[in-house]
């Protein structure tokens, strides 16, 4: 299966050639000067993308699981839960016949949670290579995580500095993929959709892209579905965060 994405026909195409499961990425460059696309917003997804949160999401779930004397589940499940906000991570991983355990299981996960986000949660390589590269560009952190969480994250692992502002899912009145958000963005920091880029592991930064229309990166060694980011078509991939300074200037 060959699937051709680009933005412009004046930019780069990325070719992304699939057979069984193997993923082969081609990026073509007639000329190096073309390939750079101006970007004056740029808006980061946070978990799976800039940080690797998820031994410590899982290990937390784990042992709000355990407190609640339910049988523990493994990594692969509850990482496929994580992308809509904390409330929904716990209504799936309890499920219909656990769901009376909610409001408790709420409490048990974000008490515990608080106090040991940073045990197994580190930076993806490259990312502040990335960050100090643009250091001349609006750059916004935009997640599904409590607001709370995020900047005691991205404190402690010290790229707070980075960025103009950090909206998590309590922060609007709305969050991703509403396009309302970008919108408030947009109009806060001037700047034209053409020239605002979301990059992310999830379907739901493509998905805001889309519905509000801004540029789109997917970033596919996070924790979002690979063959779901496929599917989604977004304007550019990449496998290593580092690839987006040939691509983004």
């Not at 219909?96 to 045990?119: S, W």
Request: hydrophobic residues 40%; contains cysteine; proline residues 2%.
């Amino acid at each position: 299966m060959l699937i051709v994405f680009s933005t412009d026909r004046k930019f780069s195409q990325t070719f992304f050639e699939e057979s069984n499961l193997c993923l082969f990425t081609l990026l073509v460059i007639k000329d190096y000067g073309d390939v750079m696309k101006k970007i004056d917003l740029m808006i980061f997804d946070f978990d799976g993308t800039l940080v690797s949160t998820g031994d410590d999401l899982v290990n937390s779930i784990n042992y709000t699981l355990k407190v609640l004397n339910l049988e523990p589940k493994p990594k692969k499940e509850i990482i496929s839960f994580v992308g809509d906000g904390i409330s929904k991570l716990i209504e799936r991983v309890l499920g219909q016949d656990g769901f009376r355990f909610y409001e408790e299981a709420m409490k048990i996960f974000t008490d515990y949670y608080d106090k040991h986000l940073l045990e197994d949660t580190a930076l993806y390589p490259h990312v502040e290579e990335v960050l100090k590269n643009f250091k001349n560009k609006t750059k916004i952190i935009l997640t599904n995580k409590r607001h709370k969480f995020t900047t005691k994250i991205a404190e402690g692992l010290n790229i707070d500095k980075y960025f103009a502002e950090i909206i998590g899912i309590d922060s609007l009145s709305f969050s991703k993929p509403d396009k309302r958000v970008t919108e408030y963005l947009l109009d806060k920091y001037i700047s034209a959709r053409e020239n605002t880029l979301i990059i992310g592991d999830g379907i739901n930064d493509i998905m805001t892209a889309k519905n509000s229309g801004i540029l789109s990166c997917a970033y596919l060694n996070g924790l979002g579905n690979r063959s779901d980011l496929l599917n989604m078509k977004a304007d550019y991939y990449c496998e290593d965060i580092l690839e987006i300074r040939s691509l983004f200037q």
